[in-house]
């Protein structure tokens, strides 16, 4: 029981080392210092974080809905960072780059982690409008503006992170940062994608729990619908 309460306050205090201190959180993954040990407490935390946010959102349908939801976000990010990662680290290996692979995917679970942090922190706000309001196309789109923010701004920190990382070799650094421009709207397409694929993670009122649903449409033309019901198109 103790060792336990040690391992997961080691895992919060690597966070809260993030949170603290990005520069030195950062120059510290640069340097290569204590990877496996960042990997692992980021990756723990985040699952955390989403899987919380998971299941708040839906238990806007049931039970099941959020215990569904509460291993689904935690898997859509994890899996879009397993599909995106490679081609991001080969293509800067290929134009110069001499960092590892694990500095590589520490970088990238770092944004991970903080986009993690913020929809925990917006957590509240939404609980709050679950329980005021039944509207199901409102809470949509609510959470697709906090999922746009709280990614945004991990976006933003990693493209920040990414420029520290590649500080040292200057060789092939415009082209990187050009690639890494173009990998980040590769990876809001997978994701959003990946989690159209994974739907629901709210669940329709007044339907019954479903795991998947069939693949129709896609998040686009959902979103626009979401638009036109509310503004009474």
């Not at 001499?98 to 942090?117: C, D, E």
């Not at 990187?176 to 709207?185: A, K, Q, T, V, Y």
């Not at 709210?202 to 036109?228: C, D, H, I, K, M």
Request: with cysteine; charged share 10%; glycine share 8%.
């Amino acid at each position: 029981m103790i060792q336990r309460q040690v391992l997961a306050t080691r895992y919060f205090t690597t966070l809260i080392g993030l949170l603290r201190d990005r520069s030195l959180f950062l120059e510290e993954i640069r340097s290569g210092i204590k990877l496996k040990s960042k990997v692992s407490s980021l990756l723990i935390c985040s699952s955390l974080f989403f899987a919380v946010y998971g299941g708040i959102i839906g238990s806007f349908h049931s039970v099941a809905q959020a215990l569904s939801s509460a291993v689904k976000l935690p898997s859509l990010y994890l899996i879009t960072l397993i599909i995106c990662f490679p081609t991001l680290y080969f293509f800067n290996i290929l134009f110069g780059s001499r960092k590892s692979f694990g500095q590589h995917f520490a970088m990238l679970l770092t944004a991970v982690s903080v986009i993690s942090v913020l929809l925990f922190s917006f957590a509240p706000i939404t609980l709050f409008f679950l329980i005021s309001t039944f509207n199901y196309q409102f809470i949509i789109l609510l959470n697709v503006v906090i999922f746009a923010v709280t990614g945004f701004i991990g976006i933003k920190f990693l493209y920040q992170g990414m420029q520290l990382l590649s500080k040292e070799d200057e060789e092939g650094l415009s082209t990187r940062m050009s690639i890494l421009r173009f990998w980040l709207i590769l990876y809001a397409f997978v994701g959003t994608q990946l989690a159209w694929t994974l739907r629901p993670f709210f669940g329709t009122p007044g339907s019954p729990f479903v795991l998947f649903r069939e693949l129709e449409g896609n998040f686009y033309l959902s979103l626009v619908q979401a638009l036109g019901e509310i503004l009474g198109f």
